[in-house]
């Protein structure tokens, strides 16, 4: 593995936690405190789970060396001097509820196409631009995960004039530049320049073409407004001969991330494995030989998919976090960024039950065994305890779910042991905690968790038949037969009052649900109160 291969992570690791052994080899290049951990994006959509890795997975390398004692600053760029290049399918308010471009105002972006972000009104008409929308939607994302994460804007500096030596430096030497570019990139011709002037007059962020004259004394440049790409159209230029300060533009991007680098004195940046093969190589490449730095330690990841396919702000195939952590405890999410990033991930919500069973998993071996990877990886997930917190099993609180009866849904988790005799009221509370969160997942999904048992008991007309079946149903129940003992006893109580077992099951439905179908009922009827399901068997209550 050579010093700039972003997939450090390949091969054998020293320590159990991907990110222990991330600190250690970050600390091997000797940095000074504060060592500076970086993430970023462009604003072209939905900021989406996926988007997260860069935030998530710098935090653990931060916390990591944060319990070495070293000081650490996590920012997160949003480079939101790109031009607008395509419309979005979906967008996202400041809660985090995706809509369509029909339920805003679209033309606040379709009239913007070739602007940078910032200079593009929040379709929404809550912030000063688009930009700033969807950076606030990063920085509440982080919040909601704990993460404290300081968000900057491209435009910002460069308005501000951190870029600006950075600026002149590549363009005094942009023969250098253009050399090093064309290794990686075959569209660099001569008069190739790194800079890319913000029109005066229609406000498009130009191409490289257009800069005709760089001024160095003055820090300017001429440029000639041309054609731009977006929308999946040429835009003409609007002809417009101009004059642009080295604060009135951008640099490319190939040039605009190791000008990061520099100017933020970043230490440390995880990122999408698309740009390991691209612009990975060529920022180390511009950065060490046109800038004369020293690149950051840079980790590649793989992405996410979600429910199977890749996540796509564009197309709207995404899920927020704030979406997430409707149904999943903040610590269950944390939890799933501390795996592997090397390898490729599903985040599922249909199975979301695997990955909190995954999680109460991994809280027990912290607590009952303190392996290496546990005693690394689960305070930054779930904070410090002395003891382990009381967790109900995912689905089991879906089945509590199913009634918003408080002292039955207590009485429930203590009946199945879920809850011990000596738990606080503060324990029970933060155990029961987990039910809204079931619930939520039961509903999303359409489950087999997702039935609500009438509080009081349904009209009903049975015949005779049916109310001795029931009335027998009740004595198996009341006998303490486990889940899988009285489903079996359903059809031979069914069989020996000489009834179809699939009108015993409606039976059942019709009293604790008042439908005609629901979850598998002796299981359910196994999880619930005994004495309420015996009673309500016997139409009693």
């Given amino acids: 593995m050579t ?28 940095p000074a405190d504060p060592i500076v951990i970086k993430g970023g994006i462009s604003p072209s959509g939905v900021p989406h789970l996926g988007n997260m890795n860069e935030i998530l997975r710098g935090y653990f390398v931060a916390e990591a060396l944060r319990g070495r004692g070293r000081t650490v600053k996590q920012v997160f760029t949003a480079d939101d001097r790109d031009p607008l290049r395509k419309l979005p399918r979906k967008l996202a308010d400041l809660e985090g509820n995706i809509v369509g471009l029909g339920d805003v105002d679209a033309g606040a972006l379709g009239r913007n196409l070739g602007k940078p972000y910032t200079a593009i009104p929040d ?30 804007s491209n435009t910002q500096r460069y308005e501000s ?65 041309g054609d731009i790409e977006a929308g999946g159209q040429v835009i003409e230029g609007c002809g417009h001969e101009g004059t642009a300060t080295f604060r009135e533009g951008k640099l490319p991007w190939r040039f605009e991330w190791p000008a990061q680098w520099q100017v ?22 511009i950065s060490r030989n046109v800038l004369g730095d020293e690149p950051p330690l840079g980790m590649a990841y793989e992405w996410f998919t979600l429910d199977g396919e890749p996540f796509s702000s564009s197309e709207g195939h995404v899920i927020m976090v704030q979406d997430v952590l409707e149904f999943l405890e903040p610590e269950v999410l944390r939890y799933f960024f501390t795996k592997d990033p090397s390898k490729a991930r599903d985040f599922s919500v249909a199975r979301a039950d695997q990955l909190v069973d995954e999680f109460d998993e991994f809280e027990r071996e912290y607590f ?38 408080g ?25 029961l905690a987990r039910v809204e969160y079931a619930r939520t997942w039961a509903e999303r999904t359409d489950n087999a968790y997702n039935y609500r048992l009438a509080a009081d008991r349904p009209a009903t007309d049975f015949d005779p038949d049916t109310e001795a079946a029931l009335d027998d149903l009740a004595a198996v129940v009341e006998a303490g037969h486990d889940g899988e003992t009285i489903q079996g006893e359903i059809f031979e109580t069914a069989r ?37 399901v015996v009673r309500r068997l016997r139409r009693e209550g």
């Fill in 3 to 30: 010093e700039d291969d972003p997939y450090i992570l390949s091969g054998p690791q020293p320590h159990d936690f991907w990110a222990e052994s991330v600190a250690e080899r970050l600390l091997d290049r000797d």
């Fill in 407 to 431: 002292e039955l849904r207590e009485a429930m988790a203590r009946r199945e042991n879920h809850i011990p005799d000596d738990a606080t009221d503060g324990d029970v509370a933060a155990a």
């Fill in 264 to 285: 933020l004195g970043v230490d440390f940046e995880p990122f999408g494995k698309d740009h390991a093969e691209g612009s990975w190589p060529s920022g180390v490449d």
């Fill in 161 to 225: 004039g951190a870029f600006e030596e950075v600026t002149r430096t590549l363009l005094e030497h942009r023969e250098e530049a253009r050399d090093v570019l064309a290794n990686y990139q075959d569209k660099v011709d001569e008069d190739y320049v790194p800079f890319r002037p913000i029109c005066a007059e229609c406000g498009h962020v130009t191409e490289t073409d257009a800069v005709t004259s760089v001024d160095l004394d003055s820090g300017t440049v001429e440029y000639v407004c």
């Fill in 123 to 152: 379709p929404f008409g809550c912030c000063d631009s688009y930009g700033e929308h969807f950076s606030n939607l990063i920085e509440r994302s982080a919040e909601a995960l704990g993460v404290d994460v300081e968000m900057v």
């Fill in 368 to 405: 009952d065994e303190q392996g290496e990877r546990t005693t690394a990886a689960y305070p930054p997930v779930a904070g410090t305890a002395d003891e382990r917190p009381i967790r109900l099993p995912y689905t089991f609180a879906a089945v509590l779910g199913m009634t918003d009866d």
């Fill in 496 to 532: 020996g009052h000489g009834m179809e077992p699939g009108d015993l099951f409606t039976a059942g439905y019709r009293l604790f649900f008042d439908t005609e179908q629901g979850p598998k009922l002796g299981p359910f009827l196994a999880e619930l109160d005994r004495a309420f």
